[in-house]
């Protein structure tokens, strides 16, 4: 399946062309270089690299579209330097199968690689794709090559030639979110290598895109130990507090995507609720002796999210207790804030409160799943029991459950630059799609149990010859033998003596 690459036609910004200029001469809106967006690191515009307008003698694309100037090079390390010219394959996880593709040129800008020794520096270089930090895949793009052409003054001018490759990588994921980079290795030359070669004159890249095999949804994590939520200022990572936080603000746009492929339903482990009910008795011929009882059983269950297990933060306060109004968990929260809309509606008392960030999460939700999103739900059922001699009775619940999973994106904007967060995070909570799982269930004594059967009711003693007193347990001179039960018949401490009785 296609995996989405942000600007990976490096289509933003658009250079218009000018009427007044001939192709190879169209340059940058007149506002100087532009930066493809979003292929640094946090800022959109922050790329080591330059965007080269379509056409013939400029990025030289059969498509049409334009292309980007590789500026990002490594340091003395090895590593990329602090310009980078980068992207991330977003909601690509960790283990999946992952084939890049990307064309890749020589230079065509004729007009600025013909400075003073331009003729050295019209050379080879290597290009290398980095994944996570690696080194990954490298290869030497040719020497730009420059011919002659007669413009519209009928004068010869020196135009570049594109000569364009595709490039295929494939990669299994060692994270979720893989960092994508490009950069040149090497662009020293001359004696010692003292020289370095202009960036008018490195090579292009266009058309960059990937395929995935995705891998199989993991569904090994309990609900309390989530997927660790993860979230990004760019293409860096930042940490949940700072997305949550751009999410709640009114000013910012924020909108929540459901991942479908990783998002599930499933059934929670069974687990007991209520008391288990234990039958010693007997009939008078010793036949078994079955019990009759009614019991009221009382569960609940409530929403988990990894951005509060991973950020420790109340954002998404409808996922915990302290978002709930007296303990109370049968409520659901509202997907819009009281008092909003045209509607007016007041505030509900009894309604849990929403952070920001979940409303934008149910409503989400609701548009995919075509249901509201449940925080939380409380049953209480009545149950007639039957329980035979020598059999215990209790009850289990196996909850229906659904895993949500997916991304917010929120951009914000700071002094007209536009800066876009993300933060990929797991929701877990009680179905409305799928039922509970109740199971009334009986099965036999433990010989532990069956021992407790066989013992006398447990009673304090009283001394025979005292005067009745009412009893006290913390009367150290009796015995309470409630404190311990299963105590045998034969091995009960008899009564203290008591002081009237030692002093005959």
Not at 369 to 395: E, L, M, Y
Request: hydrophobic letters at 30%; proline letters at 7%.
């Amino acid at each position: 399946m296609d995996v989405p690459v942000v600007n990976g036609s490096f289509d933003q910004p658009r250079i218009a062309p000018d009427p007044k200029k001939q192709d190879w001469e169209q340059e940058h809106y007149g506002k100087g270089e532009l930066k493809p967006w979003y292929w640094g690191r946090t800022e959109p515009n922050s790329a080591a690299g330059v965007v080269v307008a379509a056409g013939t003698h400029r990025a030289g694309r059969a498509d049409g579209k334009q292309a980007v100037r590789v500026d990002a090079l490594l340091d003395a390390d090895g590593n990329l330097a602090q310009e980078q010219l980068k992207t991330r394959l977003w909601d690509v996880r960790k283990g999946s199968r992952v084939t890049v593709s990307f064309d890749y040129s020589p230079t065509t800008d004729a007009k600025k690689c013909t400075s003073t020794g331009a003729e050295e520096q019209r050379k080879e270089l290597g290009l290398q794709m980095r994944v996570d930090g690696k080194a990954a895949w490298q290869e030497t793009v040719a020497a730009p090559t420059f011919g002659k052409i007669t413009n519209a003054e009928k004068k010869e001018v020196e135009v570049g030639k594109p000569n364009w490759k595709r490039a295929t990588y494939e990669f299994t994921a060692e994270a979720d979110h893989p960092e994508v980079a490009f950069a040149l290795p090497d662009v020293k030359y001359g004696k010692d290598k003292g020289k370095t070669v202009a960036k008018e004159c490195h090579p292009m890249i266009a058309a960059v895109a990937a395929r995935q095999r995705p891998i199989e949804v993991d569904k090994s994590h309990r609900k309390h130990t989530l997927p660790p939520a993860q979230a990004f200022k760019g293409n860096d990572r930042s940490d949940v507090g700072t997305v949550l936080g751009a999410c709640g603000n009114s000013s910012n746009a924020c909108t929540f995507t459901l991942n479908q492929r990783y998002s599930y339903g499933y059934y929670d482990r069974p687990r007991p609720v209520g008391e288990v009910y234990e039958n010693c008795t007997f009939g008078e011929d010793g036949t078994a002796a079955a019990l009759r009882d009614k019991r009221k059983v009382v569960y609940r269950e409530r929403s988990f999210d990894s951005g509060t297990q991973a950020g420790n933060t109340q954002f998404l306060d409808s996922s915990s207790h302290d978002g709930l109004t007296e303990q109370d968990l049968s409520h659901d929260v509202s997907h819009a804030a009281p008092s909003q809309g045209p509607t007016k509606v007041p505030a509900d008392p009894s309604q849990a409160t929403a952070g920001k960030a979940a409303v934008h999460f149910a409503a989400a939700y609701e548009a995919v799943r075509d249901q509201p999103w449940q925080w939380s739900r409380t049953v209480t059922r009545d149950i007639d029991v039957i329980t035979p001699k020598n059999h215990a009775s209790w009850v289990e619940v196996s909850a229906a459950r659904e895993r949500a999973d997916g991304h917010y994106t929120v951009t914000s904007t700071d002094a007209g630059e536009k800066t876009v967060h993300r933060l990929f995070i797991t929701y877990d909570g009680p179905s409305r799609i799928t039922s509970d799982r109740v199971f009334q269930r009986h099965g036999t004594l433990s010989p532990t149990e069956i021992e407790r059967c066989k013992t006398h009711r447990p009673l304090p003693y009283t001394p025979e010859k005292d005067p009745v007193v009412p009893y006290d347990p913390k009367d150290g001179d009796v015995t309470d033998e409630s404190l311990t039960p299963g105590t045998a018949v034969g091995v009960r401490p008899g009564p203290s003596p008591s002081p009237s009785a030692s002093a005959k």
